[in-house]
Nanobody
Framework: QVQLVESGGGLVQAGGSLRLSCVAS????????MGWFRQAPGKERDFVTG????????FYADSVKGRFTISRDNAKNTVYLQMNSLKPEDSAVYYC??????????????????WGQGTQVTVSS
């Protein structure tokens, strides 16, 4: 019922920044918490950050806390991931996702049911 399209990935040097965007369509975006996940080759897909439906609550993996910021603009059906101080270990395909039930918080262990195709982030040393 929802389509998610990520953009903004690319190649950046360590210490640099990227801003990812995720544009949603197909259902009432503002009702749903959103998350960003990432997956490196041969690795499990890991939670990076989540944001509640209202935008008032955010959660971050320890590995990105203080460097990444999630935000949303419900009027634009868009979630952003601002990534600063990037490290080579941040290299991965980044995916955005919506939770499967409305009015969620965006917690790490919540159920995310709708996924985008991902955007590649590569950080060189």
């Amino acid at each position: 019922q929802v389509q998610l399209v990520e953009s903004g990935g690319g190649l950046v040097q360590a210490g640099g920044s990227l801003r990812l965007s995720c544009v949603a369509s197909g259902r009432t975006f503002w009702r749903y918490a959103m998350g960003w996940f990432r997956q490196a080759p041969g690795k499990e897909r890991d939670f990076v950050t989540g944001i509640s439906w209202s935008g008032r609550n955010t959660f971050y993996a320890d590995s990105v806390k203080g460097r990444f910021t999630i935000s949303r603009d419900n009027a634009k059906n868009t979630v952003y991931l601002q990534m600063n101080s990037l490290k080579p270990e941040d290299s991965a395909v980044y995916y955005c996702a919506t939770e499967g039930t409305p009015y969620g918080l965006g917690l790490r262990n919540d159920k995310y049911e709708n996924w985008g195709q991902g955007t590649q982030v590569t950080v060189s040393s």
